[in-house]
């Protein structure tokens, strides 16, 4: 379980997370959602230590992430999936990542697996396309079975098969008890797979609702969305605005 409260974080005086609270509960799917530089990833990396927040505080079932045991079997994150050694085949970064928790090889073939990864488990990671380094991201949050997971945008290069099999993942995930919190700018696939929303704006809390709560208004998620957004939208097209000329 996720649990933020008045949660502040600046950059060089700007408030980027402003007073954030919300919880991402076990057995549920929650989705994060806001307009791009609304403070998702910075909320999602405050939660797991790579910030520090000004003010507030993230806990992971009670406890800060700093002072997890074993940080692996509480909390799964996939934040950027880029950030694996190129040089390394995706069996041996899972297997250097294991490593550190004393996970043993039996779990990096499970979550290769899982993950549908086994042709190319012997490849460099360097040379694996988006949605590839999607699913290696998600192996490796895996990895050490926790009871939490943390997915930046992990549909983002999926192809549709691989949108449905996260969809099925995250949804069986939820029903093992897990709490898993998702960001992703597909609203529709979030309406499809998510039980709640917290939906951010500049920082701030705009909703925090089970989808279908008289709290998101009438008509769909994306209504909903775009509703709650209107004033926080950082960046607009001209075509947006009212026509390309
Ligand atoms: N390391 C940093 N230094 C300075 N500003 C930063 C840094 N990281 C993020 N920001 C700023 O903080 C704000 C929130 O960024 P963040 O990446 O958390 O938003 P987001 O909601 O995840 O956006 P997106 O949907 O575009 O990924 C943005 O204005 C961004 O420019």
């Known amino acids: 379980m996720i649990q933020v409260r008045e949660l502040t974080k600046c950059y060089g005086g700007r408030v980027v997370v402003d007073g954030l609270t919300f919880t991402a509960p076990p057995g549920v799917v929650t989705g994060f959602l806001g307009p791009n530089g609304a ?21 992971v079932d009670g406890v800060r992430y700093a002072d997890l045991r074993a940080p692996l079997r509480s909390v799964g994150t996939m934040l950027d999936a880029r950030s694996v050694h190129p040089g390394r085949t995706a069996f041996r970064h899972l297997m250097a990542v294991a490593r550190t928790h004393g996970i043993p090889r039996s779990r990096v073939q499970e979550v290769i697996g899982l993950a549908g990864l086994e042709s190319v488990a012997g490849r460099r990671a360097g040379t694996f396309s988006l949605g590839m380094g999607q699913r290696l991201g998600i192996a490796g949050a895996l990895l050490g079975d926790p009871g939490t997971l943390i997915l930046d945008e992990p549909v983002n290069g999926l192809d549709p098969d691989g949108v449905l099999w996260m969809r099925h993942l995250v949804r069986e995930l939820a029903a093992e008890g897990r709490a898993v919190l998702l960001s992703s700018h597909l609203v529709h696939e979030l309406a499809l797979c998510a039980d709640r929303v917290v939906v951010i704006g500049k920082g701030r809390l ?25 004033g926080s939208v950082e960046f607009r097209s001209g075509a947006a605005r009212g026509g390309v000329r």
């Open 206 to 230: 705009l909703a925090d609702a089970a989808l279908g709560d008289p709290a998101l208004g009438e008509g769909s998620l994306e209504d909903a969305y775009l509703r709650l957004t209107a």
């Open 39 to 59: 403070g998702k990833s910075t909320t999602m990396r405050l939660i797991v230590g790579l910030e520090r927040p000004a003010s507030g505080t993230a806990m």
